[in-house]
C-alpha cells in the first residue's frame, strides 16, 4: 500500500487474496465466485490488526427473496493500538502478530484483552 498505510487483510491473512467483488450484476446469483479484491480497511501510524474477516460471502447472507444485499462482499477487522515499545523500535504501521487460539491474536506476544480499554 502507499503512503504508509497497511490493510488489514494483508497484516492478519498472509498469502491469501481476500477478493471481495463479483457477485452477478442481478445479485441473483447461487454460487460464490468472488475473483477480485475491491473492500479494504487501512490502518497506519500507531494501529495495529489483530484480525481481518470478510462478510457478506456466505449463501446465508442473502436476503429472504435469493439476493445478495450488494454486488460484493465487506471486510471488517479489529484494530488496536501498537504498544510504545513497537511503535519505538521504528517499526511503526507493522505489527507481530501471534495466534494465540482461534479468534484470539497477540501482538508482541501480549493478548488483544490487554490492549482493550477497562473503566
Keep these: 500500500m502507499g503512503a504508509g498505510f497497511t490493510a488489514a487483510w494483508s497484516a492478519t491473512h498472509l498469502g491469501e487474496l481476500g477478493n471481495t467483488w463479483g457477485h452477478a450484476p442481478d445479485l441473483k446469483n ?6 477480485r479484491r475491491l473492500d479494504l480497511v487501512l490502518f497506519c501510524g500507531g494501529l495495529c490488526a489483530f484480525d481481518a474477516d470478510i462478510v457478506g460471502e456466505e449463501l446465508t447472507d442473502r436476503t429472504p427473496s435469493g439476493l445478495w444485499p450488494s454486488d ?9 493500538l501498537q504498544p ?36
Design 72 to 80: 460484493h462482499a465487506g471486510i471488517v477487522a479489529t484494530l488496536g
Design 84 to 119: 510504545a515499545a513497537h511503535r519505538r523500535s521504528g517499526q511503526e504501521g507493522e505489527c507481530t502478530l501471534k495466534r494465540s487460539g482461534k479468534g484470539s491474536f497477540g501482538c508482541n506476544s501480549r493478548r488483544l484483552e490487554d490492549f482493550l480499554y477497562q473503566p
Design 30 to 35: 447461487t454460487t460464490v465466485n468472488l475473483t
